[in-house]
């Protein structure tokens, strides 16, 4: 598998960090992507031109484990009206429809909900495609970027 515009088409509205040559950089917004061809498409971050091809950039992502950690935010997103017994379980059977359904047969607001968060829901982290949040070290550098990609 090889980065290509669907994998961070999804991304699109959202600020995203990447990690650019070793280094992080924050809050690129992904202004245009252009896919010609699968194998040459380019993608427009705050006016940097990058090839999709997972070399020189990868997008910085968090593992789908975490999402246990957003349980108040699905609450509030979805789960309006529910009796307090059943919040807790209704979040559990949500996160895990999250996590163990393929990409592609996901309800779309999951998917628009998981790029806002930046989750790797395609599996890029496992390809070596995409790096994982937790695994970066943040110290600052004099470039403005952080270290540790």
């Not at 699905?74 to 009796?83: K, N, T």
Request: aromatic share 12%.
């Amino acid at each position: 598998m090889k980065l290509e515009s669907k994998h961070i088409v999804l991304y699109y509205p959202h600020k995203l960090n990447v990690c650019m040559n070793g280094l992080i950089k924050h809050d690129l917004i992904i202004e245009e992507v252009l896919s010609i061809r699968e194998y040459s498409g380019v993608v427009y971050f705050n006016n940097h031109c990058l090839p999709i091809n997972g070399i020189s950039w990868k997008p910085i992502l968090r593992q789908l484990s975490e999402l246990d950690n957003y349980k108040d935010e699905i609450l509030i997103r979805w789960g309006g009206g529910l009796p307090e017994k059943a919040k807790e379980k209704w979040v559990k059977s949500i996160i895990d429809e999250m996590k163990y359904t393929a990409y592609n047969a996901l309800r779309y607001d999951f998917i628009e909900f998981m790029a806002e968060h930046h989750f790797d829901f395609m599996g890029l982290i496992p390809a070596s495609l995409a790096v994982d949040i937790n695994t970066l070290n943040k110290p600052k550098d004099s470039t403005g970027g952080y270290g540790g990609c």
